[in-house]
């Protein structure tokens, strides 16, 4: 027998020698060859470049390019690129039907999948490629639970729209079909700025949950430096994808890992950013389960403390006027660092090289307008809120850079529907008193399932003016493009028989941000009543990965986790 060790591929100390090393792996080297992967490639670091690219959702359509780009700066540094894709929803797309049900559980799956991926192929780093809502958070998620050296590109922001001087995004169309609901504007005028508030491809021009989440890696250290505002197609953004892919073999040669980057500090950078530019308030429901994946709680009291002392330095759409994309010029995220200071732990390392203090030392502070210092901030405390009370035991969010100073304070008469269809509708056909509190039940994460966003109702009350004087609360979500007094993530939720679920008509709720209270103004005693004499709805059958969706967090509701 012959029991030579003669090595054919050289170990490097990687994960992947499991693959080619050793005389048994001789299928999968032969694999490999058919490839059109040479011997001599084998030595090389295995880079996994996990994409989002598809053709259906315009913030992935830019992603192809950047990977061939990603690819040769891995090949020039002395990696072997692999790509492979994971899914992609367009929430936008998704929007205002069942189809939103598979956003939020979409991004299980995305992070499910790569973790796949990776391990089963054992990549060395890996090099992600995301946009949109769910993607970049699932992706984050799967980079810390697998933790191998990795970095960030994101496609980058589309460019606004513009009608009659006005910048566009999607909030902004959606605010325009109120309008002409109301009589305001003609279906012909309607159809023109549908053509143009979109013009090109990357994420919406505003901050909704694709930018903010982009700032958030490039916060917590796993992107470089203006990734996140970098538009797509441009040559800053080819070459930050070269850079990229030079940078993670070097990370893979040194172990430099996710872990490495992320942890309670860097977590509090990146949602102090968050909160100070008006980030969408599913930066509440993300960011627990990434800082979960790299083994670190963090609450929604925390949370609600951290936004109570940042300051509120960027008024970006849809809280204010000023497109997602008009940030690059600004300064980006390094002058957001820049502006925040030593309110940040600035000694944070970056994939980059730099701590967070370098750079934001070396940030092009171009627009203090746009992006302000935070001795002159447009408010002293950040977008969230957090509520309690009667309505909300476990807790409520609200972005509350986007609510308007008279509706800081409410209180009104409820009118409850039993799903998201049943309020649209209400709005269109102008059943919504003024000065009411719109209740939308049944969709929570297990009660819808999976807890769909609100935005074709709130950008309608935006657009029929209703949102001046009436605000919303729900068991589900709200789309990082809502604006208004909208409260969402109610908890307990209705399908767990949180108070909400026994609201009626006519009963009043106290909202007061200034406070943080959201109360319903009926007798404990008879709230109890209520609930012995209703017969609890089952909940809607669910199956697949819906049905997996809600005995996830059945779990984490009978574990008496807060179902956020």
Same mark, same amino acid.
């Given at each position: ?5 003669d ?7 990687l994960?992947s ?5 050793g ?8 694999l ?8 001599e490639e ?6 996994a ?8 959702v315009?913030?992935?359509a830019p992603?192809?390019?950047?990977a061939?780009?990603?690819k040769?700066?891995i090949s020039?540094?002395g ?10 929803v ?5 929007q205002?039907?069942?189809g ?8 299980e799956?995305?992070a499910?999948?790569?973790e796949?991926m990776l391990k089963a ?9 995301g946009?949109c809502?769910?993607?970049?958070p ?9 933790n191998i ?22 909030p ?10 109301e ?9 023109k ?10 994420s919406c ?5 694709a ?11 796993l992107?470089l430096?203006?990734t996140?505002? #970098?538009? $797509? @197609? ?7 994808? /070269?850079? +990229?892919?030079r940078?993670?073999v &070097?990370?893979t ?27 969408s ?8 389960e ?7 709680d963090?609450s929604l ?19 204010? #006027?000023? $497109? @997602?994309?008009?940030?690059n010029?600004?300064g980006? /995220?390094? +002058?957001?660092?820049?502006?925040l &200071?030593?309110?940040?732990h ?5 994939v980059s090289g ?7 030392e ?19 405390s ?6 309690w009370g009667?309505?909300a ?11 308007a100073e ?7 008469p409820a009118?409850?529907?039993?799903n998201?269809?049943?309020? /649209?509708?209400a709005v269109?056909?102008?059943r ?7 209740v939308i039940?049944n969709e929570g ?6 807890m769909?966003e ?7 009350m935006?657009?029929t003016g209703?949102s ?11 789309s990082g493009?809502?604006?208004?007094p909208?409260?969402g993530?109610?908890s307990p939720?209705a ?16 909202i ?12 404990g005693?008879e709230?109890?009543q209520r ?9 809607p059958?669910?199956d697949?990965?819906?049905?997996s969706?809600?005995?996830h ?8 986790e807060?179902?956020?």
């Amino acid at each position: 027998m012959n029991n030579s060790t003669d090595e054919i591929i050289k170990a490097k100390g990687l994960p992947s020698d499991a693959v080619v090393c050793g005389i048994d792996r001789g299928g999968h080297r032969s694999l490999l060859y058919s490839l059109g992967i040479e011997k001599e490639e084998m030595s090389r670091p295995f880079i996994a470049v996990v994409n989002s690219w598809n053709e259906i959702v315009p913030g992935c359509a830019p992603l192809r390019e950047i990977a061939s780009f990603v690819k040769r700066g891995i090949s020039e540094a002395g990696g072997l690129p692999f790509e492979f894709c994971t899914i992609g929803v367009c929430d936008g797309l998704a929007q205002g039907h069942r189809g939103m049900s598979y956003s939020l559980p979409s991004r299980e799956v995305i992070a499910d999948s790569i973790e796949i991926m990776l391990k089963a192929h054992c990549f060395d780093g890996a090099v992600f490629l995301g946009s949109c809502d769910k993607i970049i958070p699932g992706m984050l998620m799967a980079a810390l639970r697998v933790n191998i050296p990795s970095i960030f590109v994101q496609s980058g922001p589309m460019q606004n729209g513009c009608y009659k001087g006005q910048k566009l995004s999607m909030p902004s169309l959606r605010e325009y079909t109120g309008k002409y609901f109301e009589a305001e504007i003609t279906r012909a005028e309607l159809e023109k700025i549908e053509r143009c508030t979109m013009p090109t491809q990357g994420s919406c021009a505003m901050l909704g949950t694709a930018n903010s989440m982009s700032c958030v890696v490039e916060t917590l250290g796993l992107g470089l430096p203006m990734t996140a505002t #970098t538009p $797509p @197609f441009t040559s800053q953004k080819r070459q930050e994808a /070269v850079t +990229a892919g030079r940078i993670i073999v &070097g990370l893979t040669r040194e172990g430099r890992r996710p872990r490495d980057y992320v942890n309670k500090n860097s977590i509090e950078n990146a949602l102090k950013v968050g909160f100070a530019i008006g980030s969408s308030t599913n930066l509440v429901l993300h960011m627990s389960e990434i800082a979960r994946e790299a083994g670190i709680d963090i609450s929604l009291a925390e949370m609600d403390e951290i936004s109570a002392a940042t300051p509120y330095i960027s008024k970006v759409h849809p809280s204010g #006027t000023v $497109p @997602f994309n008009d940030l690059n010029a600004a300064g980006g /995220v390094p +002058a957001i660092l820049q502006s925040l &200071g030593d309110l940040l732990h600035g000694e944070e390392r970056t994939v980059s090289g730099k701590s967070i203090k370098e750079i934001a030392e070396a940030a092009d502070w171009e627009d203090k307008n746009i992006i302000r210092p935070r001795e002159n901030p447009f408010h002293s405390s950040g977008s969230l809120k957090v509520l309690w009370g009667s309505l909300a035991p476990d807790g409520a969010v609200v972005k509350q850079s986007g609510v308007a100073e008279n509706m800081r304070v409410h209180r009104g008469p409820a009118v409850v529907f039993e799903n998201m269809e049943e309020a /649209v509708e209400a709005v269109e056909h102008g059943r919504i008193e003024k000065g009411s509190v719109v209740v939308i039940r049944n969709e929570g994460p297990i009660g819808g399932p999976g807890m769909r966003e609100m935005q074709l109702v709130t950008t309608l009350m935006v657009g029929t003016g209703l949102s001046d004087t009436t605000a919303l609360v729900t068991d589900g979500r709200f789309s990082g493009a809502t604006r208004g007094p909208c409260i969402g993530h109610i908890s307990p939720e209705a399908a767990l028989g949180g108070p909400i679920a026994y609201v009626r008509d006519g009963d009043i709720i106290s909202i007061d941000l200034n406070k943080g209270t959201l109360d319903i103004e009926v007798d404990g005693d008879e709230l109890r009543q209520r609930a012995s004499a209703s017969a609890r709805k089952s909940r809607p059958a669910a199956d697949g990965v819906l049905g997996s969706f809600v005995e996830h967090y059945l779990r984490k509701s009978e574990e008496k986790e807060r179902c956020l």
